[in-house]
C-alpha cells in the first residue's frame, strides 16, 4: 500500500490524475477472470500454447474490456476483507465459464475412446496434446474433429462475445446474491457431468450397435460351428465394422456435435443468471 500511494504521488507531481489503486484492481479482476477461464477453454488455453502466447491473448482481451469496466464501476472501493471474496467469486464464475465448453469436448473424446475400447483396439493410444493426456486413436480424432467444427460455426466468436458481456452482466465489483443456496450451483455442475455421459453415448450408439450386432452374429456362428475360432475373427471384424460405421456416422455426430455445442453455449446464461446479483 506505500508504494502505491507513493507512485500516485509521483503521478500526481507529473500532472497526471487518476486512482492507481482502483486501475490496479479492476484490471486484476478482469485478468483473472479472463486468464482462469481460458486455461479451460480448448481453444484459447490448451497446453501445448505456451506460457507466453496464452499471457498475451488475456492481456489483449484486457485492453479490449478494461475502459468499459472501469467506466462502470464505483468510486469507492470495496475493503480488503470484501476484495478478498471478489477474487474468488471471479476464480469460481471463471472455472463455471470454461467448463460448459470444455465439458462436451471431454464427452465427444470419450466417445472416441469407447469406440476404440469396443473395437478392443483401446491399448492403441497416442498422446493428445490438447489435453495433455494419452487417448485413444479416435478419442484425438473426435477431439480434433469437434474443435473444427467448434471454429468454422463461429462459436468461439459466440463464446467470446458472452464473455466481453458478462463484465456488464456479472459487474466485477458487486457479490452474487446467493439467497437460494448453493444447490443450483451444484445441479448445474451435474447437468454437466451427465450432458458428458450423454454425449459419449449419443456419438458412440452407431458403432457400439453395429458391434454388438456383430457380437451376436458371432456366437450364433460359434454354436453352428464351434470349429471356427470366432474369437480371432473377432478382432478384424469388429476392427472393420468399427472404422466403417464410423465414417458413415460422420453426419449424424456432425449434427449431435452442433446441437450440444449450441446448448453449451445456452448454459452459459445460466451460470451469468446464477452470479447476477
Do not use: C
Amino acid at each position: 500500500m506505500f508504494a502505491i500511494s507513493e507512485s500516485q504521488k509521483f503521478l500526481e507531481n507529473l500532472n497526471i490524475h487518476f486512482d492507481l489503486f482502483k486501475y490496479l484492481v479492476v484490471g486484476g479482476l478482469i485478468f483473472t477472470r479472463l486468464f482462469i477461464m481460458t486455461m479451460f477453454v480448448p481453444f484459447l488455453g490448451v497446453k501445448p500454447i505456451p506460457g507466453r502466447v496464452r499471457i498475451s491473448v488475456v492481456m489483449a482481451l484486457l485492453l479490449l474490456v478494461f475502459s468499459p469496466v472501469y467506466a462502470m464501476t464505483p468510486d469507492v472501493m470495496p475493503p480488503p476483507g470484501a476484495m478478498f471474496l471478489l477474487f474468488l467469486k471471479e476464480i469460481l464464475f471463471a472455472i463455471l465459464l470454461g467448463l460448459t465448453i470444455t465439458m462436451v469436448f471431454y464427452g465427444i473424446q470419450s466417445a472416441g475412446n469407447m469406440i476404440d475400447n469396443q473395437r478392443q483396439l483401446a491399448n492403441a493410444r497416442i498422446f493428445n496434446p490438447a489435453l495433455g493426456s494419452q487417448s485413444s486413436l479416435f478419442g484425438v480424432f473426435y477431439y480434433q474433429f469437434a474443435l473444427v467444427i467448434f471454429l468454422i460455426m463461429g462459436y468461439h466468436f459466440t463464446f467470446l462475445k458472452a464473455v466481453i458481456r458478462s463484465f456488464e452482466t456479472v459487474p466485477i465489483l458487486s457479490l452474487p446474491d446467493i439467497q437460494p443456496g448453493l444447490d443450483p450451483l451444484v445441479g448445474l455442475i451435474i447437468n454437466l457431468s451427465a450432458d458428458t455421459l450423454i454425449i459419449t453415448l449419443q456419438l458412440s450408439a452407431p458403432v457400439l450397435v453395429a458391434i454388438f450386432i456383430a457380437d451376436l452374429i458371432l456366437g450364433m456362428t460359434n454354436r453352428v460351428a464351434p470349429m471356427i475360432n470366432v474369437f480371432e475373427m473377432g478382432f478384424n471384424i469388429k476392427g472393420y465394422i468399427g472404422n466403417i460405421m464410423v465414417w458413415l456416422s460422420l453426419p449424424l455426430v456432425l449434427m449431435q456435435m452442433r446441437y450440444w455445442f449450441e446448448k453449451a453455449l445456452q448454459t452459459l446464461d445460466i451460470v451469468i443468471r446464477f452470479f447476477i446479483k
